[in-house]
């Protein structure tokens, strides 16, 4: 199976928000001519973006167009087969445009070299500013029959009230992957963390290339729960973790965990878990995948996050764009796409204990499930100010020279 | 002036125009700001003294080593192999250029793929540097040696074509005369042939070493360790990870200024050494 190497760096890419305030839009000779107000969002914030009377919702009852449906997706973030199924059901071609990481994709989008009608993955700190910019139309949910089948958790996220202009694609967290066959001692308990600290892994640890994701580790080895601060203190104390890590193991900074460790070229490697999903994929002959393991810390402490399907506000298909949603939301569906893409669908029906007991998921792997209720828990890496998100990027790109 | 005008002076400006212009804070893409006047050099001022007394100058050193090993090993093996395809080949001569061109038609990033195959823990060819001295490490664990191979590999085909094509040049009667006059052809190598391509050697130097300074991809793949982090590393993690291009940008100035001084000092000895043909 093929994967999306580039998709895992969506929080790497796309941590470029800014706090709820008026920015200008444009260069330095236009500073302040214009302003748009972004509505960042967080648990303790949630959001309800403000529905205005030039951006409205299709009306219901709409046929198909004739298509083709248009869409834009990461590589390998969607069972082609799917399409094809949609396309035998449907009599429309659907057509995929694929981007490298989110920033190109509301780049793209917002500059119109991207004409599509649905955005499959959209990161969800992004979304304030496809609303902001209004790229996305209001959902008609009456074309949505199977919206029922979306985790009651999952259907008024924090960062989109009410799910006026998302419906969640993905979720996952975020742990450590390893080949039990090859660590010391399995991953357990609360400090499953220390391991990439273990000398004994130096040269075979991996760690992602993700700024957010790789100094949120340091941050909570440095005993801060705070995954979005922006105290140059605490993240100093995290460049001193990170530094006392890349001394002892030497971590590959990549995103390639899900290849690396069934392969056995990385033991542990931090990882998204619908990567080490994903990773049965890439056993070699004859291994079985009971040697994948993931480790994840207690839920007060983990990291979740996920993506969400969006329809742009100049689809020239909306009412297709509306029907592949329902589409996806069919459980019959979704299992095709989450054996191919490996990563966690929001629907009744994959939670852990299901997937686990039909032999979807095997059992080591269980953890690597997100449950309705880590949705709602887990630490969520959300926009910062872009004063504090340059001393972010700033600390990573010091970390990374390994002066 | 055109081609200057073409290849040069308009990306080098866009660049600049990039490094001192603005963010868009929505779109998060870069607003080169076209105006000299409006060039704001804060961020670059900022660059600068992280390379000058910082961290980043760890990656500028660190680059310009593995560039000269990497260099150093394309002349090694480079040199032999141009010079038995001009002088020695005979008639397999067509069929060995063939092989020199072979390897531009596989993509550079699949020939570095293969080697991270091959040198995978159960790669065969690490299997077979195991059995030598030192040889028994993990080679893709952030090993300088790796990267620097990966640079030879990479580019020692671009090296030896425009070597080929200077020893190719050279007049063989210049070679006989040396001889008759009792050079031995060591002597007649070191004395004749050398010298008279001392010009590709040093075109092909150029030709390679440029590439490999702003390489990121050989480190990503044989390597990813911050170890082996080179300042092509940073430019794209500035540029595709960051709200900040600007500093990728000024960091492609930054190189571009120390190659530039290079490529001066290479163009004042071509331009030396046709001062000496034409006397």
Excluded at chain 1, 73 to 87: G, H, I, R, S
Excluded at chain 2, 155 to 178: M, N, S
């Amino acid at each position: 199976m093929s994967h999306p190497m580039s998709r895992r760096r969506f929080l790497a890419l796309s941590a470029a928000g800014v706090s709820t305030v008026g920015l200008a839009a444009c260069g330095s000779r236009s500073k302040g001519a214009s302003s748009i107000e972004l509505q960042i969002a967080s648990p303790a914030k949630p959001v309800k973006f403000a529905l205005t009377s030039d951006n409205a919702a299709i009306k219901a009852g709409l046929s198909n167009e004739a298509g083709p449906l248009r869409i834009a997706n990461f590589a390998d973030y969607v069972a082609p087969e799917l399409l094809d199924k949609f396309k035998s059901e449907t009599g429309v071609t659907v057509e995929l445009s694929t981007f490298g990481d989110d920033v190109e994709a509301l780049s793209k989008i917002s500059t119109g070299a991207f004409k599509v009608d649905l955005l499959m993955s959209t990161a969800i700190d992004l979304l304030p500013k496809y609303v902001a910019l209004k790229l996305v139309q209001p959902l008609e949910k009456s074309y949505f029959t199977n919206y029922e089948n979306l985790w009651d958790s999952v259907r008024d996220p924090f960062y989109d009230l009410g799910g006026q202009f998302s419906v969640p694609y993905t979720v996952f967290s975020t742990g450590i992957g390893f080949r039990s066959d090859l660590v010391a001692a399995p991953l357990e308990g609360d400090s499953g963390w220390d391991a990439l600290w273990d000398p004994q892994y130096s040269g075979v640890a991996g760690l992602l290339d993700s700024y957010r994701e790789a100094m949120a580790l340091g941050l909570q080895h440095a005993g801060i729960d705070n995954i979005n601060t922006e105290s140059q203190t605490d993240i100093d104390a995290a460049v001193a973790e990170l530094r006392k890590m890349f001394k002892a193991s030497n971590p590959r900074l990549d995103v390639l965990g899900y290849q690396s460790i069934p392969e056995g070229t990385t033991t542990i490697n931090q990882l998204w878990s619908g990567d080490i999903l994903a990773a049965q994929g890439y056993l070699p002959e004859g291994t079985d995948s009971s040697v994948l393991g993931y480790w994840v810390p207690p839920i007060a402490k983990r990291v979740i996050n996920n993506d969400a399907m969006s329809i742009m506000r100049s689809a020239e298909h909306p009412v297709l764009a509306h029907a592949f949603i329902n589409f996806m939301l069919d459980p019959e569906n979704a299992k095709i796409n989450q054996a191919y893409i490996g990563y966690q669908s929001t629907l009744k029906g994959f939670e852990a204990e299901t997937l686990v007991a039909e032999g979807t998921i095997p059992e080591n792997l269980a953890n690597a499930l997100v449950t309705q209720d880590d949705f709602t828990k887990g630490l969520r890496i959300l926009a910062l100010p872009a004063a504090a998100d340059k001393m972010w990027q700033d600390a990573w790109s010091s970390l990374r020279t390994g002066a | 002036m055109a081609w200057m005008a073409l290849f040069f002076i308009v990306p080098f400006y866009s660049v600049a125009a990039v490094a001192f212009g603005q963010v868009d804070p929505i779109r998060q893409s870069a607003v080169p700001e076209w105006n000299p006047r409006y060039w704001d050099f804060t961020l670059f001022t900022d660059v600068m003294h992280r390379v000058v007394n910082g961290d980043l100058g760890t990656v500028f050193i660190r680059t310009a080593l593995y560039v000269v090993l990497a260099v150093a090993g394309c002349v090694v093996v480079g040199y032999p192999v141009a010079y038995f395809v001009s002088r020695e080949a005979g008639k397999w001569r067509a069929a060995l250029l063939v092989l020199m061109i072979l390897p531009y038609w596989v993509s550079y990033l699949m020939r570095m793929l293969a080697w991270v195959n091959l040198l995978q823990p159960q790669g065969w060819m690490a299997q077979l540097l195991s059995h030598l001295p030192a040889g028994n490490r993990n080679w893709l664990s952030g090993q300088p040696i790796t990267v620097v191979f990966g640079l030879v590999y990479g580019y020692v085909p671009f090296f030896i074509l425009p070597l080929y094509a200077t020893l190719d040049r050279i007049d063989g009667r210049l070679l006989e005369a040396a001889r008759d006059l009792g050079a031995t052809s060591r002597q007649a190598f070191w004395r004749v042939t050398l010298p008279l391509s001392r010009q590709g050697l040093m075109a092909a130097c150029v030709i390679t070493a440029l590439p490999m300074v702003g390489d990121y991809y050989t480190n990503n793949l044989l390597s990813a360790s911050p170890r082996t982090e080179m300042v092509g590393n940073q430019i794209v993690f500035f540029l595709q990870q960051t709200t900040q291009p600007q500093v990728g940008a000024s960091l492609v100035l930054m190189l571009s200024a120390a190659l530039l001084v290079v490529m001066a000092g290479y163009l004042v000895s071509v331009n030396r050494a046709q001062k000496l043909v034409t006397r």
